[in-house]
Structures are given as structure tokens and as C-alpha cells.
């Protein structure tokens, strides 16, 4: 699964705007502050090709990542971020809207990593999508963020957060349509745990 080489596509503003889908595509979503820049630019080996943006505003665009590999090529697609508190409804709507499309239509997506952080319980917008993925039939990976940060926190309590994390998933899955949870990760951009796993299980989804 090692990464030969990462190049940055384009960045599109609406679904027409994508890259003609030629290649099986991992999408990656998150609540804004999840840290989604971070691990993109974690599996990209990149400091900084996704922008960890101090500035919500600006993160309004689909953009592919080309990742070439000993098993094959696929993109990386690292989608808008969403639950902003402080952006107007509209454009909240129109993220969601974009996004949705994305997510619906797009016929090369093999799966979608909805980062959840795992230094907070998960919030009711992390449900919520995971309930739309579910009810629409879209493959989910669950992937866990901040897991050096939140080590840190229970280190000295007596639950296993691992545990804990799940549960809380596997609460908000009761009402689907599943035979089974979708795979979880943990992950630390600052550690970089999980990032073997995370490639690893996308190269074992073998679409490409
Ligand atoms: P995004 O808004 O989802 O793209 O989130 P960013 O990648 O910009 O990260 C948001 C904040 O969380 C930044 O201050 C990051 O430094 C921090 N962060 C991201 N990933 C990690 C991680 O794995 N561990 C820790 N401790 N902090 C992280």
C-alpha cells in the first residue's frame, strides 16, 4: 500500500467540475476542526497540500487528490467541510447540497471516511451524517482523529475510549439497514498512527 506518488488534480466548485471519473474515488468528510486537512496532508506525505485553514469560508471546493501506488492509482477526495456554527444558513445549505450531490451521484466513490474526534463525544452533526450515509446506502469508513490528544485525556480513567467511541457509533447505527458496523480507525496526524492502517485498508478494498 505504499504511496508512490501524490499529485493534486483540481478543485471544483460544483460536480461537473470533477475530474471525469476514471478512477475509483475515497472521499473524506468532516465536521470543520476535525482535522481533515491535516490527515489528508498525512496521507499525502504533503506538509501542507490540503490547507489547514484557520478560515472556514474558504474551504468550499471538491478537491482530488491523485494517489499512485504498487497496487494501483486512486483519488483522494477531500470534501468541504461541514457544521460551521458561525456561516450563514444559506451557504451551510449550499455546502450540504454540493456535497450531497457529490455523494449520490458520484459512480467511481468506493467509500467515504467520515472523520469523527475522538477527543469529544461525537457530535450530533457526526451522527446525523453517518445516519444519511447509512440510510443512502453509502459505504462508510469511520475514522477517528486526534488519538495522541485524546490518550492524553484518559490516560488515569478507568474506560477503554476505544470502547466508549464506539458505542456512541454504534448507538446511532441501531436503526439501519446493516449487517455489520463499518470499519473504524484511530488516528493521530501528530503521531501518525493509523496512517499504515488507513492506506492499508484502502489499498484491501481492491477496486483498483
Ligand atoms: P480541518 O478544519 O478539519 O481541516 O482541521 P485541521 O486539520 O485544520 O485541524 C484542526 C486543528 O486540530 C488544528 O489546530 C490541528 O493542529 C489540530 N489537529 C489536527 N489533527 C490533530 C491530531 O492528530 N492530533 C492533535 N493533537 N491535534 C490535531
Not at 468541504?80 to 459512480?107: D, S
Not at 477503554?160 to 488516528?187: K, V
Request: glycine share 6%.
Amino acid at each position: 500500500a505504499t504511496v508512490k506518488s501524490v499529485e493534486f488534480v483540481q478543485a471544483c466548485a460544483s460536480l461537473a467540475g470533477c475530474p471525469k471519473p476514471t478512477l475509483p474515488e475515497i472521499a473524506v468528510i468532516g465536521r470543520s476542526n476535525v482535522g481533515k486537512s491535516s490527515l489528508v496532508n498525512m496521507l499525502t506525505n504533503r506538509k501542507s497540500i490540503a490547507k489547514t485553514s484557520k478560515n472556514p469560508g474558504k474551504t468550499q471546493t471538491i478537491n482530488h487528490y491523485k494517489m499512485i501506488t504498487g497496487a494501483g492509482s486512486y483519488y483522494l477526495v477531500d470534501l468541504p467541510g461541514y457544521g460551521f456554527a458561525n456561516a450563514p444558513e444559506a451557504l451551510r445549505e449550499k455546502w450540504a447540497e454540493f456535497t450531497r450531490e457529490y455523494l449520490l451521484k458520484r459512480e467511481t466513490l468506493i467509500t467515504v471516511m467520515l472523520l469523527i474526534d475522538s477527543t469529544v463525544k461525537p457530535q450530533r452533526l457526526d451522527l446525523e451524517c453517518l445516519d444519511w450515509l447509512g440510510a443512502a446506502g453509502i459505504p462508510v469508513t469511520i475514522v477517528f482523529t486526534k488519538v495522541d490528544k485524546r490518550k492524553k485525556i484518559a490516560a488515569g480513567k478507568r474506560a477503554n475510549p476505544q470502547e466508549t467511541m464506539e458505542e456512541f457509533c454504534r448507538e446511532a447505527m441501531d436503526n439501519w439497514d446493516w449487517d455489520e458496523l463499518p470499519p473504524m480507525i484511530y488516528t493521530s496526524s501528530e503521531t501518525a498512527e493509523g496512517k499504515r492502517e488507513v492506506l492499508n485498508h484502502i489499498a484491501s478494498l481492491r477496486q483498483f
